[in-house]
């Protein structure tokens, strides 16, 4: 069991561009998750994936953000046309069992994004 | 709304101490968990504690535990013999319907 894993780990990118994050879950986990931290704040949720379904998205997540899993493994975030405010670092989680409601989340590294 | 409230944003406290970080949340489920997650600095965030809402008897993982009253909707985490590596920013989260709603965070430092 290696954790979950994020990459990259750093982003820098201009203004309008378009970047995309990876996380690979736990192997056995069936749930996914994505967040958003901005500094000195709690993870705010963005997305949850059951097996390879979209379940929820937040109205946090614009039309400029869209994430997939397929296959049910690893997943992506995308964002496009970047903006400053989108600066934050992005966690992605995974968990499993019976209860969803009642799931450790595991956490990644994160992805720390800077929009200049 | 369901939401969760952590009322000190920085605390501290000396090694070998004990420390009671805050949480209230609001929801108007009868049965649900509730979680303590550490994030150390440059570290991933990992799980503390949970309780469970239907349980009275308060949960317990070695140095933590939690002060969960259900009626006032409290849920305080105590941290007894503090060492250095508790040094972290604590969030208290609720998933509350259908996603985890995380408190703004208590940045704890514990001094030698």
């Known amino acids: 069991d290696t954790g979950v894993s994020q990459d990259p780990r750093h982003k820098i990118t201009k203004r309008g561009q378009n970047v995309t994050f990876r996380c690979d879950p736990i192997s056995e986990h069936n749930r996914l998750y994505w967040y958003r931290q901005t500094l000195g704040q709690g993870p705010e949720f963005l997305t949850y994936?059951?097996?390879?379904?979209?379940?929820?998205k937040s109205r946090l997540l614009s039309d400029r953000f869209s994430a997939e899993r397929p296959k049910g493994s690893f997943s992506t975030l995308e964002i496009q046309r970047t903006e400053q405010g989108d600066s934050a670092m992005y966690l992605c989680a995974s968990s499993h069992g019976p209860d969803r409601r009642r799931d450790t989340q595991y956490f990644g590294p994160g992805t720390r994004l800077t929009v200049l | 709304a369901q939401t969760v409230t952590q009322s000190q944003p920085e605390m501290s406290v000396q090694e070998a101490e004990t420390v009671t970080l805050s949480c209230t949340y609001d929801t108007s489920e009868s049965n649900y968990y509730l979680f303590w997650y550490k994030q150390p600095p440059s570290r991933q965030m990992i799980l503390v504690i949970r309780q469970e809402a239907y349980k009275q008897q308060n949960a317990t993982e070695n140095r933590f535990s939690v002060n969960f009253q259900k009626a006032a909707k409290s849920f305080s985490l105590k941290i007894s013999d503090s060492q250095l590596g508790d040094t972290a920013m604590y969030f208290c989260a609720f998933p509350g319907g259908n996603d985890m709603r995380f408190g703004a965070g208590t940045r704890l430092t514990v001094k030698p």
């Open positions: 994936f059951q097996n390879e379904a979209q379940l929820e």
